[in-house]
């Protein structure tokens, strides 16, 4: 059983018998199958086949299926030692458990992004939920998010605040907007917003977007919605004071 024929057939019947389930009849670009599709691997294929050593189990994908029959594992039990067997079988196990051990690492990555994507869509549903039909929109919903009904400040006096504020900062970079809410005083985060946007349109603040996943967003609240992106830092122009 030396020649390559031979060597090709006995590696294929191994691998079929360590498998639970039908395997392709030939290599695809994955690597799974029992034969490499080479002239040598399809005429090894043919004569398993032949001698009714591996019996057809219909097609995936236009791919050829195929299992070990029993006439297959006696031959293969009559050319290597069991040891051969086994060592095969362990090798396949092995393989597997590094392929299930990456499906469930995909698996938990993508539930923990899907869990995050909830906590920062529920909000905001809720909101569009409590709009009335032809409101504002999601314009709307992102410049009313968690506004209070309390008492509005002069929106000079804000926007003045506003720059005050970034006027301190300035030597530490772009300023989080959760930071600038809290050291302007604003009285809600919806005039805050309108603050901002104003002082943009002015020419006086730069509004820088953020830029990694939307559920990595530590305060999602203070967040701003300009065009198509979400703004969450500020800067202060030069000479943009008012």
Wanted: hydrophobic share 40%; aromatic share 6%; with cysteine.
């Amino acid at each position: 059983m030396a020649d390559r024929s031979s060597q090709l057939l006995l590696q294929a019947l191994s691998r079929a018998a360590a498998e639970a389930s039908a395997v392709p009849l030939f290599a695809g670009r994955g690597g799974l199958g029992l034969f490499p599709a080479t002239a040598a691997g399809k005429q090894a294929a043919q004569r398993c086949r032949d001698e009714g050593y591996l019996l057809d189990a219909g097609e995936q994908g236009g791919a050829p299926l195929c299992v070990l029959s029993d006439k297959g594992r006696t031959y293969l039990l009559g050319q290597l030692s069991p040891r051969e067997v086994l060592e095969d079988f362990v090798r396949v196990l092995e393989a597997r458990e590094a392929q299930a051990a990456q499906l469930i690492a995909q698996a938990r990555q993508m539930q923990a992004s899907l869990e995050g994507l909830r906590q920062q869509i529920a909000p905001v549903l809720d909101r569009v939920r409590q709009q009335p039909a032809g409101g504002a929109g999601l314009n709307g919903v992102f410049k009313d998010f968690h506004e209070e009904a309390t008492p509005q400040p002069d929106p000079a006096a804000l926007t003045r605040s506003v720059v005050e504020a970034l006027t301190r900062w300035v030597n530490s970079g772009d300023c989080p907007l959760p930071e600038l809410f809290r050291q302007c005083g604003a009285a809600s985060i919806g005039t805050f917003h309108d603050a901002l946007r104003q002082l943009e349109a002015d020419g006086c603040v730069y509004l820088h977007p953020w830029t990694a996943p939307l559920y990595a967003i530590p305060e999602p609240a203070y967040a701003l919605l300009v065009g198509h992106e979400i703004a969450y830092y500020a800067s202060l122009k030069q000479g943009g004071s008012r």
